[in-house]
């Protein structure tokens, strides 16, 4: 036998994969990857060149930031790199054990589970909320990973336009068959930037004995005068059955956390596919994350960094009168364009400037709806921003 015959044993089908790529190219709707040559932070090295990074979640630059990796390398000496087993075979290991205590502390729940990412605890988090004769109503524009949980549930799914609360309303007033219901929703949605009405969603899950479930990765660190998120600073953390976060956006790892009370932690446990059938994350992470939580709690001037550069750039972006930009005041800017093949076209323009900002477009945004989409970093000085601004203003439709 030659054992040098290439793996690829598919070649024949190769005309299928082709043809469906060169469609996407047409519509501009082609990915690739870009490869990054340095650590994550304001600035990033791609194709040889420094960049003006403007599109990470690294929105506190804790991805890099020495006390994280002090934390990480310690645990690395003493924890080793894998976890190798599930948590409840033998990967349950100190650092799992400290960084849910402290996340529960830190969300002010009972319990924290930690996930290996946000996606599996959305995931998790759903499917164990919700099953047969269950319904759980979503908004249109939340993160794939709960409309993935939604849909692999096993419950009704019921999707209500995006922020419409009025229709969300009817949806559960003609619920009333159902066992449970579970409304889920991101907190802060992550292409659009813009924020669920929380205080009218608590009222909505009370009036209809509804559980709610809110995904606040973009939150997490960033919003609300302790950094846990919209709920806090919207003042209605008490009335939130259910938080997700993840350990890989503002906390600049990698992880996903759930917290809740007591029982529904351990249902979880118990149940929960993501956390049951995968490995358990390195323990590293966990320390890492722990460390990132250390600084969201001793260093509020980093979120109060990252609000005053982001209002700097709303104020910009108001001045250029661009009915493109949502009323939004939050750290993530989108840039509507409509077109992808105008919105890669753009995103060349700008990276010819040396600032990076890929194009964001179908299907992680609704056709017609290719954007920019803009993101700071509380690491990134006056300077950097102004480089954005002028070049936005120079290359912008709205210039
Ligand atoms: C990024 C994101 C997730 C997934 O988190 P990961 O840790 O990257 O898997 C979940 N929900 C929302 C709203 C997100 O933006």
Redesign the pocket.
């Known amino acids: 036998m030659n054992t040098n015959r290439p793996r690829n044993t598919c070649d024949n089908h190769k005309a299928v994969w082709s043809d469906q790529l060169t469609e996407l190219a047409e519509l501009g709707l082609l990915r690739t990857l870009r490869r990054v040559d340095s650590a994550q932070g304001p600035t990033i090295t791609v194709a040889g060149r420094q960049l003006l990074c403007f599109c990470s ?1 690294n929105y506190l630059g804790l991805a890099n930031h020495p006390h994280v990796l002090n934390a990480v390398k310690n645990a690395v000496d003493e924890w080793g790199w894998g976890a190798g087993a599930s948590r409840l075979v033998s990967g349950h290991m100190g650092p799992h054990e400290q960084l849910e205590s402290r996340l529960a502390a830190f969300e002010h729940m009972q319990r924290a589970l930690v996930f290996a ?3 599996q605890a ?1 995931l998790a988090a759903i499917r164990g909320l919700v099953g047969k004769n269950d319904i759980v109503l979503i908004d249109k524009l939340n ?1 794939a ?2 409309v993935d949980a939604a849909r692999s549930s096993g419950a009704t799914v019921r999707v209500f336009p995006h922020l419409d609360y009025a229709k969300l309303e009817r949806l559960l007033d003609r619920s009333g068959d159902a066992r449970r219901r579970v409304i889920a929703t ?1 907190s802060v949605f ?1 292409m659009d930037g813009d924020w669920a009405d929380l205080p009218r969603l608590v009222e909505l899950k009370e009036c209809y004995d509804a559980i709610l479930c809110i ?1 606040e ?2 939150a997490t660190g960033v919003l609300g005068a302790h950094g846990r998120g919209l709920a806090e600073m919207m003042g209605v953390e008490q009335h939130i059955d259910v938080v997700v976060g ?1 350990l ?2 503002a906390l600049g790892g990698i ?2 956390f759930i917290a809740a009370s007591d029982a529904i932690v351990d249902w979880l446990v118990n149940t929960a596919g993501p956390f049951i059938y995968t490995t358990a994350l390195p323990p590293a992470a966990c320390a890492g994350a722990i460390a990132a939580l250390d600084l969201v709690k001793q260093e509020p001037q980093r979120r109060q960094r990252l609000m005053s550069l982001v209002q700097r750039l709303h104020t910009a972006l108001g001045d250029m009168r661009n009915e493109n930009v949502p009323c939004s005041r939050s750290h993530i800017i989108p840039l509507i364009v409509g077109d992808s093949k105008e919105a890669v076209r753009l995103s060349k323009a700008l990276e010819a400037e040396g600032l990076f900002v890929p194009a964001i477009r179908p299907p992680t945004v609704p056709n017609g709806k290719a954007r920019l989409r803009i993101s700071l970093c509380a690491d990134h000085n006056d300077s950097d921003l102004d480089r954005l601004i002028v070049a936005l203003r120079v290359h912008g439709r709205w210039a």
């Open positions: 979640n990412t946000g996606y959305n993160h990973s709960i991101d992550s995904d990765a973009h993840t890989s956006k992880g996903g």
